[in-house]
């Protein structure tokens, strides 16, 4: 198995590529000052996170798709972690719209006392795994996955990069009853995408019109999405990432999981979900 280097930051595992560095996330944590009109996509990997931040682009210039057709993804909605983007996000005009894998305990601290408004999507853990398995395949800077029970295995007990799927669900949830926090799921964007824009309109106190949303749903669905060069990763420099290995827009389903895991593994994972997940209270999809 090929070995990309890792390292620790307080708990949780991350790759060793320029994006990250203990500096960067030292200051991100204790010193970024979140807005009151900021707003933060947060997603454990593999769950929705580019899904999210074309939406949110989208919603952000009321259903046109210009901005999302002309600038790349992560200048419109730049990841807080990300040392090598530190100024875009400080001179992003306002309102900042970001994007964040950070798990709940390494966020600015300063979201606590702010308005800053976080979107906070959930997968079913089993679509990630399966998602997280082939993207790490092509991503240079993420392990290669080994087998896949090897990289189960890996993602049950938090050994992967950026962390536990269960503490960075966990650990988020503990927002879940404050009014600038809303947490909904990739099923949901799945099953009714119109009805998700208005809900996140909503929340975020946009009022777009119903052709607005339209055009949002239009430019957000998988295969505009898949077309667009601007959001589907093929720009990803080869030093980053290996284009014949695999695809950010790969299947894009709820529930294909049951494609490549058998019965046994299932099981495990029903197991260790179960016993992880123990005392929440909150009820997803999948569940
Ligand atoms: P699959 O690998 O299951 O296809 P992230 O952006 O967090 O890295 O997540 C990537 C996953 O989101 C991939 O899942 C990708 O296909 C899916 N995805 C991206 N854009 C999507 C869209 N517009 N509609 C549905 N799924 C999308």
């Not at 790490?136 to 080994?146: E, I, M, T, V």
């Not at 709820?254 to 997940?277: C, H, I, N, P």
Request: net charge negative; charged share 25%; with cysteine.
């Amino acid at each position: 198995m090929l070995s990309a280097p890792y390292f620790t930051h307080k708990g949780t595992v991350f790759p060793e590529t320029a994006l990250y560095t203990v500096d960067h996330f030292n200051y991100v944590e204790n010193e970024f000052q979140m807005l009151d009109d900021d707003v933060v996509s947060v997603v454990y990997p593999k769950s929705g996170t580019h899904w999210m931040g074309e939406i949110l682009s989208l919603i952000r210039q009321d259903g046109d798709p210009t901005w999302a057709r002309s600038v790349i993804l992560w200048d419109r909605i730049p990841w807080i972690e990300n040392a090598p983007t530190k100024d875009i996000v400080l001179n992003y005009a306002p309102p900042r719209f970001m994007s964040s894998h950070l798990p709940f305990q390494l966020f600015p601290k300063s979201f606590l006392h702010s308005k800053a408004k976080i979107i906070y999507t959930v997968r079913n853990p089993k679509d990630t795994l399966v998602s997280f398995y082939y993207f790490s395949k092509a991503l240079k800077f993420l392990k290669d996955p080994g087998t896949m029970q090897d990289f189960l295995e890996e993602f049950l007990s938090g050994d992967v990069a950026y962390g536990s799927w269960f503490d960075h669900v966990k650990g988020w949830l503990a927002m879940k009853d404050k009014p600038n926090f809303f947490i909904h799921t990739y099923e949901e964007l799945q099953q009714d995408l119109q009805g998700s824009m208005e809900r996140i309109c909503r929340f975020l106190g946009k009022e777009l019109t119903s052709q607005q949303i339209d055009s949002v749903v239009e430019n957000a669905s998988f295969e505009t999405m898949k077309d667009n060069k601007m959001s589907n990763f093929t720009q990803v420099v080869d030093e980053y990432m290996d284009h014949s290995k695999g695809k950010l827009m790969r299947e894009g389903k709820s529930g294909s999981w049951k494609k490549y895991l058998t019965v046994a593994q299932s099981e495990q994972f029903d197991r260790v979900y179960k016993e992880k997940m123990r005392g929440v209270t909150v009820t997803f999809p999948w569940d």
